[in-house]
């Protein structure tokens, strides 16, 4: 029986470091937008070939990312990121505190470097003269 025990857990710590994907490591910072926090959002970080890297923004515009479970952060290297500073209002509108360019990675413009743990990743917005708004669509 100890036998079966002891290769039963060699089997599963095998198995446990293989395939794991490459290297997550703690990743968190802040969003501000014309010099004050997002207040509301979602950071988003595409890494490729691994899936993404998300972390809500909180009221001060702080977050943390998490790949494969709460808070562990993002895989090493350089990824595009989006960042969706929006609100659903209602089934027929939602508030913008991001300009709509930022929620896509390929028009944000935004990358992040990740080549160590850090706790001081930034990203300074812009509206570029223009304010949060209410966008309103039919309900179809």
Wanted: aromatic fraction near 8%; proline fraction near 7%; charged fraction near 20%.
């Amino acid at each position: 029986m100890t036998r079966i025990t002891f290769h039963t857990a060699f089997l599963l710590s095998l198995i446990a470091g293989c395939g794991g994907g490459p290297e997550v490591v703690p990743v968190s910072g802040k969003v501000t937008i014309d010099g004050q926090p997002l207040t509301k959002g979602v950071v988003q970080v595409i890494a490729e070939g691994y899936r993404p890297a998300m972390g809500d923004i909180q009221a001060d515009g702080s977050f943390t990312l998490s790949t494969n479970k709460p808070n562990d952060g993002c895989v090493l290297g350089t990824h595009k990121v989006a960042i969706i500073g929006d609100e659903t209002l209602g089934p027929t509108s939602r508030k913008w505190y991001a300009p709509p360019d930022y929620a896509d990675f390929i028009s944000s413009g935004l990358t992040l470097t990740v080549d160590k743990p850090t706790k001081d990743a930034r990203f300074e917005l812009s509206w570029k003269g223009g304010k949060p708004y209410v966008e309103k669509f039919n309900k179809e």
